[in-house]
């Protein structure tokens, strides 16, 4: 936070002045840890997931210095997991990727070019993976090998990757093994043509304020079938959908009343003997022992004095 102040004249005899207070509010992407900068990221809940910002994610990295030990961290995934979306002219590309939003229901594509031939090769199982491979890269890869941890919270701590209440690992499904060609149609069945993500969410309890996070997130090859037309020249290249699809399911829950403390009394209760006699079920109180002690002392005292 920087304040600045401005500093003018103004005459005592002038009726009035005007005060002008202005707010800038600035991004900063970089920060300084000494004279060393180092990028800022941004977080996306506090703690709680906000709506619409990326899902947090990133490799889990071992490194090892004589002097300090071994370390494991998060790498974190700049915009967060990769999704493949169109460029500037509707093809996959490596460098056109979009983030997997928190609570963003998504279907996005893209266009591969394949002629007749090139669509045969693909649906051999040995070349399946071709075209979600060279968009997604090394996330795939490390998708696959379960090396990937996605942030329960959305200011989840990328120190603490050990801690299972801030980062869980993505489960990978696989599928799309059994693609097969029909020379007839023209037709690659059961084949690769994206990825999709299964998403579970639900919600702590804070201070009646409720606050996102992520349960459980899957992935799996995203199935489908890729038609070369009949009436094509099958040495034209056809464009071909490679779609991502994503599902947020909120788990249902509820406040446990049992484990919330009772509202406190507007009143502190009074004891029923406060309306005695006017209770009928009162039962009158026994008469005091001091009383008829006080009395007899009071007569003996009253004797004595006219005795004497």
């Known amino acids: 936070v920087q304040i600045s102040l401005v500093i003018t004249d103004f005459s005592a005899s002038a009726p009035s002045f005007t005060q002008n207070v202005r707010v800038d509010f600035v991004n900063q992407t970089y920060g300084t840890v000494g004279s060393n900068p180092y990028p800022v990221q941004p977080l996306s809940g506090n703690p709680g997931y906000q709506t619409g910002y990326p899902v947090l994610a990133g490799y889990t990295v071992n490194t090892f210095t004589p002097d300090q030990g071994s370390k494991t961290a998060i790498q974190r995934l700049t915009s967060g997991i990769p999704l493949p979306v169109g460029s500037v002219d509707g093809t996959c590309s490596a460098a056109s990727l979009s983030p997997l939003r928190?609570?963003?229901n998504t279907t996005s594509s893209c266009n591969v070019k394949m002629t007749l031939a090139d669509l045969q090769s693909y649906c051999k199982p040995s070349n399946q993976t071709f075209f979600i491979s060279t968009v997604?890269?090394?996330?795939?890869?490390?998708?696959?090998q379960g090396n990937v941890s996605v942030g329960v919270w959305g200011n989840s701590n990328w120190t603490n990757p050990n801690n299972n209440s801030a980062w869980i690992q993505a489960a990978w499904n696989g599928g799309g093994s059994a693609a097969s060609y029909n020379s007839a149609t023209?037709?690659?069945?059961?084949?690769?043509?994206?990825?999709?993500?299964?998403?579970?969410?639900?919600?702590?309890?804070?201070a009646n304020n409720l606050q996102s996070k992520v349960l459980y997130i899957s992935a799996c090859y995203y199935v489908g079938t890729w038609t070369f037309p009949l009436t094509s020249n099958s040495s034209s290249a056809r464009s071909f959908v490679l779609t991502s699809v994503v599902n947020f399911t909120a788990l249902q829950q509820s406040a446990t009343y049992n484990n919330l403390k009772p509202t406190p009394p507007l009143a502190l209760p009074l004891s029923p003997q406060i309306f005695y006699p006017f209770v009928t079920s009162a039962v009158a109180p026994l008469p005091s022992p001091a009383l008829p002690i006080l009395f007899i002392a009071l007569i003996t005292g009253t004797v004595l004095l006219h005795l004497f």
């Not at 069945?189 to 990825?195: E, K, M, Q, S, Y």
């Open 102 to 104: 928190f609570g963003v």
């Open 186 to 206: 023209q037709t690659c069945t059961n084949a690769i043509i994206g990825i999709s993500f299964q998403i579970q969410t639900g919600v702590a309890f804070a």
């Open 136 to 144: 997604l890269g090394s996330f795939l890869s490390n998708l696959q």
